[in-house]
């Protein structure tokens, strides 16, 4: 059964496994909330094999995460979760969103790494959330924080050992049955910014963003020095 179609994923409620969900990764990518799309053969399969490997990584690294086990090349069963109405957004250096709003040119090292909250609702273009404004919703941010910072760490470890720079993330969290918090969603370079340490080209979703170059050898190279390094 279909509970939620997202843009490039969709969740299905399993019949027989109780508390999990699969969700389906599509042969698709958007940008600017969803005002551009492409069908890119086989980016499906290459961000949910990449996510498998970063959330079992996590996983070991003791990150609470809904990754359960991969079902086939493009699918992975998850737990089932409330998800935080929130995109978390880790940035060890600049780019994107934060050169466009602010004076920091790109590029500019951010450190520390800060860990910021926008509203996941595309009808009100995700705006930018101070703290005070997640804890009116309801949402204690610090754990989260926390919870993003330690993320940050092993994520930079990982793509520093297959030689790329973790420029920002985005991820998102959900909470089951008993308040406890779960890392959910994907990381993948859908979501994240990889720029490869010696050039500083990028291997990730901007390519598609804009017009750079082709999203699938730059994925597929991402996942094949995960798998060599790490499988
Ligand atoms: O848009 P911005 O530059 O703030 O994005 C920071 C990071 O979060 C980037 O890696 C981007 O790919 C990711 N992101 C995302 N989904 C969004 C917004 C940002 O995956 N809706």
């Known amino acids: ?125 995700d705006p930018l959330l101070t703290r005070d404004r997640v804890k009116l919703m309801g949402i204690d941010p610090m754990p989260l924080v926390e919870q993003a910072s330690n993320i940050n760490e092993y994520l930079l470890n990982i793509f520093n050992l297959i030689g790329f720079d973790l420029i920002d993330f985005k991820i998102e969290f959900g909470v089951d049955a008993h308040g406890e918090l779960y890392l959910a969603d994907e990381i993948s370079p859908d979501s994240m910014r990889l720029w490869d340490k010696n050039t500083q080209s990028k291997y990730d979703k901007d390519l598609f963003r804009n017009d750079e170059g082709d999203i699938v050898p730059a994925y597929r190279t991402i996942l094949s020095k995960l798998q060599s390094t790490f499988i």
Not at 34 to 60: A, M, N, R, T, W
């Open 1 to 125: 059964m279909l509970l939620v179609k997202g843009k490039v994923k969709s969740v299905y409620k399993p019949g027989n496994e109780p508390k999990s969900v699969f969700i389906e990764y599509h042969d698709k990518i958007t940008a600017g909330n969803g005002e551009k799309e492409d069908y890119p053969v086989g980016k499906g399969s290459l961000c949910c094999q990449i996510s498998s490997i970063l959330f079992d990584k996590l996983e070991e690294f003791g990150i609470k995460t809904h990754y359960i086990r991969q079902i086939g090349p493009n699918k992975m069963l998850c737990k089932e979760l409330d998800i935080l109405p929130l995109e978390v957004i880790v940035r060890n250096r600049a780019a994107g969103s934060i050169v466009k709003t602010t004076t920091i040119q790109e590029g500019q090292p951010i450190i520390p790494a800060i860990v910021e909250f926008f509203l996941k609702d595309d009808s009100k273009q």
